[in-house]
């Protein structure tokens, strides 16, 4: 009987365990989307809200060895950035998705996909603020010649204004 309540007790608390990690990777609330939303978002005050955003980028090793599709996709060199009013805001989780191979015209293409997550689960206090989204590369993916091949640009950047109500 001992054995049979310590299986259970086991069984609840890694199903607990379980529930936590998985939410643990939730986005939480509606989603604020820079790159294709509105310029000014309106929400309550408190009202969960998430940003979420990512890269992809291509890399062809046959192309590679002649200078083309070559590219550094590491998930550090190509990272999307957040800021509210001007903070840098740390990510609540980054994912790497699965890769793509993608044959074009006998080359094969293996496409990397990262997604980064900014969850606001308690939302904001009411007020207006600036969430700033910005899309980073690397010097030498973007540009032939560099001084600095590793050095992060800034390839986009997207603000909207969210009114807290």
């Known amino acids: 009987m001992k054995k049979q309540k310590f299986y259970v007790l086991f069984i609840v608390v890694f199903s607990l365990f379980m529930i936590a990690a998985a939410n643990g990777k939730q986005p939480t609330g509606q989603q604020i989307n820079l790159m294709d939303g509105p310029n000014i978002v309106y929400i309550d005050t408190g009202e969960p809200f998430h940003v979420q955003h ?4 291509g890399y062809c090793k046959e192309l590679a060895e002649y200078g083309l599709w070559g590219y550094k996709c590491a998930a550090g060199l190509v990272p999307f950035t957040l800021t509210l009013d001007g903070e840098n805001i740390h990510f609540s989780y980054m994912e790497s ?6 044959s074009i015209e006998g080359y094969i293409f293996r496409f990397k996909h990262y997604l980064w997550t900014f969850n606001f689960p308690y939302g904001l206090e009411a007020g207006t603020y600036e969430l700033t989204g910005t899309w980073h590369n690397i010097c030498e993916n973007v540009f032939e010649n560099c001084e600095k091949p590793l050095e992060r640009i800034v390839i986009l950047e997207k603000t909207v204004t969210v009114i807290v109500e």
């Open 54 to 57: 990512g890269y992809s980028c």
């Open 97 to 102: 998705l699965p890769e793509n191979k993608v």
